[in-house]
């Protein structure tokens, strides 16, 4: 199986699920390797400037990012997100007991459905 490491566990017909990872600018980090090492899973970075970085600043981005996601006139990033993150790791530099707008993206890009 592509992408899993000996000593890996996987059953069949089970969907590993994508995670939030946290993007480092330490020398040497390598998030493809964080990866793969975490569940077997390719990694997207989700940061500015690209399409899925998030455009909002503060204390509450990842907030304003949700609700962002939700006005009207942005199904077609919904439906882009959906293609394109679902069963992908998604980084930022987000520490991971902090609100990140990943989560969200996270969230519609692995409903079922």
């Known amino acids: 199986m592509a992408g899993i490491s ?3 566990h996987v059953e069949v017909g089970v969907m590993i699920r994508p995670v939030r990872l946290q993007l480092s600018r330490r020398r040497g980090f390598n998030l493809q390797r964080l ?14 400037p690209g399409p899925w970085g998030n455009a909002f600043r503060g204390h509450d981005a990842a907030f304003a990012f949700r609700d962002w996601l939700k006005l009207p006139g942005q199904e ?10 679902r069963g992908k ?3 930022c530099f987000c520490g991971l007991d902090d609100s990140c707008h990943c989560d969200h993206l996270l969230k519609i890009a692995n409903v079922d459905g």
């Open 35 to 48: 990866s793969l090492e975490t569940n077997g899973l390719p990694a997207i970075a989700c940061v500015r």
């Open 89 to 91: 790791n998604l980084a």
């Open 6 to 8: 000996a000593g890996m």
């Open 76 to 85: 077609p990033y919904v439906e882009q997100a959906k293609k394109a993150l």
